[in-house]
Structures are given as C-alpha cells and as structure tokens.
C-alpha cells in the first residue's frame, strides 16, 4: 500500500513537471540587497498560491510543489526570504539565518511582503491569493497572517506554531490551515491546541487538522521523515480548501 501512495506521489510531480508550464527564476531587490524567487505559471490560472520555503532556502522542492499547483491551474510564487544564491546546507547555516528572522520580525514581515508584490507582478492579474509554508516557511506564513495582510487563506504544513511574544491573530484577515503531524517533536500538541484557543478566540475562521504517526517535516518528499499517508492526507486537504478559497 505504502509502494502504491509513494507512486501515485511521483506520478504526480512528474505529471505536473511534464504538462505546467515551466518555472523562471525572478530577482528582485528589497532595502538594496538581491534576492531570487521562482515563479511557475498555470494556463488556467485560477489563483496564486505563494509558496514560502523551509530552513534550507527555496529549492528544488519548492519548485516541485510549485508545479504539482500549476498542473492544478494555480499561479505559484516561491519567495525568498535568505537572498540570491543563499542555499544552506549545513544544519549551523539554517539555524543562523532562520534565528535572525525570528529575532527581528518586522523584517520577516517586510521580506514576505516583498515577494507578494513580486509575485502580483509576475502574474500580472489581480486573483486571489493562499500561502502556504512549509517548516520554517509554515511559522513565515503564520507571521503574514498576523501581520494583517488581507489574502484568502494562509496554509501552514508541519511548521511553527507557537504565537511570539507580543502578538495575536485579532488582525488577520484569510483562513488559516494547519497540517500537523502528532508525532512531531519540535512542535508540539499543547502549542496546537494553543493556537485553536487563539483563533477561536479572535474569530478567525481556520481549519486544523494533525496526522496520526507523522512527524516533523512529513511532507518533505524523500526526506527521512517523509511520512506518504500524512502527505497524500494533507495535500489533498489543502487542494480542496485551494478549490473552495479561489472560487468566485
């Protein structure tokens, strides 16, 4: 059964690679420093889906799930928070860079609204809009949704869930997904019910859902942790909130 999710999986990037639109490289400048998104165009075009990228910087898997939403019919924007050419792979290098957006939030904030008008320019229409992150790009994508920007819904995928000092949703305006997995040792459930308090609690219409034996990271396809259920659950999830979200 696991053989068969795993190749329904990449028959799926592979379809998605084959039939979207190929992708482009965008660089764009915020505050005089370079940095270097990825778009993918859909021929449908339906809506826009901003991807944000996890601790080791936009990547191949990103631009995967980029095209898996093209094949769908969504415009998809991977935006750069790191800057042009900055890909770390050691583990020291993720942790410093993702440390000092942490630390300095209103630059995270700046960073990720930059690349939501990078990518209103590239798709050169006025559509609705979803974001979704993964890992660190899932806490970025919660961050957005604090930080008042009005979009359809912000998406986060087995990312930080913890509300930062000083902060609260009651300025949010989309809804907010999460996909968690409860057997994620870096997030944990207390702080997923937590955030459930805080939405609820500031009225935000939101939909939370957690994956029973999926740990961190389980939608990083070939990753260690990759958890293929977990995966096909939320995907799935998450394309069928895409569909209702971008309907007129």
């Given amino acids: 059964m696991m053989r068969v999710i795993s190749s329904v999986l990449s028959l799926i990037v592979m379809l998605a690679c084959a039939h979207a639109r190929g992708g482009e490289s965008i660089v764009y400048d915020v505050d005089g420093v370079q940095y270097e998104g990825y778009f993918q165009a859909s021929d449908a075009g339906r809506a826009l889906v901003l991807i944000v990228h996890d601790w080791d910087g936009l990547t191949e898997y990103e631009q995967k799930r980029a095209a898996m939403l093209a094949e769908l019919g969504y415009d998809v924007f991977a935006v750069d928070l790191f800057g042009a050419g900055v890909r770390p792979t050691e583990t020291a290098d993720k942790r410093r860079l993702i440390g000092a957006l942490y630390q300095d ?144």
């Fill in 105 to 248: 939030r209103a630059t995270m904030r700046r960073l990720l609204r930059a690349g939501l008008e990078q990518a209103r320019i590239a798709t050169g229409a006025q559509k609705p809009v979803v974001a979704a992150g993964y890992c660190f790009g899932g806490s970025a994508v919660l961050e957005l949704a604090r930080s008042g920007e009005s979009l359809k819904g912000f998406a986060s995928f087995h990312g930080g869930l913890a509300l930062p000092e000083g902060q609260d949703y009651s300025l949010t305006h989309g809804k907010v997904l999460v996909y968690h997995g409860s057997a994620d040792q870096a997030v944990s459930m207390q702080e997923f019910a937590s955030l459930a308090v805080d939405l609820e609690a500031a009225g935000v219409d939101h939909e939370m859902t957690t994956y029973s034996g999926a740990p961190h990271a389980f939608s990083v396809l070939g990753g260690r942790r990759y958890h293929e259920e977990a995966d096909r659950q939320s995907w799935a999830a998450f394309v069928a909130q895409l569909d209702s979200l971008s309907s007129p």
